[in-house]
Nanobody, 122 residues
Framework: QMQLVESGGGLVQAGGSLTLSCAAS????????MGWFRQAPGKEREFVGA????????YYADSVKGRFTISRVNAKNTVYLRMNSLKPEDTAVYYC???????????????WGQGTQVTVSS
């Protein structure tokens, strides 16, 4: 199973930006589609966006479309989530995950990171 480690979370003011990174341990990382999810206290885990194994296509939840961007550098076994125009409602623990499918269903992701906290103050 692939190990995933997120980093880059923190505290930011509304309107600010953050970039999260997700580093994978496995050389076959480049074979997997990668997703980002988030979970706020008392809420279910929510799909944020996903990218294909090649990075040639991405798609996003409506709540983040136009503000968040996913990219990946397979040579570095790393996928990124660039978050702009952050809002207090973006506050959550953010997770990256790997899937052999192209899906927003968290049950179809087999490997998960430990998560990184993002807090947006108003």
């Amino acid at each position: 199973q692939m190990q995933l480690v997120e980093s880059g979370g923190g505290l930011v003011q509304a309107g600010g930006s953050l970039t999260l990174s997700c580093a994978a341990s496995k050389r076959t990382y480049s074979n997997y589609n990668m997703g980002w999810f988030r979970q706020a206290p008392g809420k279910e885990r929510e799909f944020v966006g996903a990218t294909s194994w090649s990075g040639s296509w991405t798609y996003y939840a409506d709540s983040v479309k136009g503000r968040f961007t996913i990219s990946r550098v397979n040579a570095k076994n790393t996928v990124y989530l660039r978050m702009n125009s952050l809002k207090p409602e973006d506050t959550a623990v953010y997770y990256c995950a790997a899937s052999s499918g192209y899906t927003r269903n968290p049950n179809e992701y087999g490997s998960w990171g430990q998560g990184t906290q993002v807090t947006v103050s108003s």
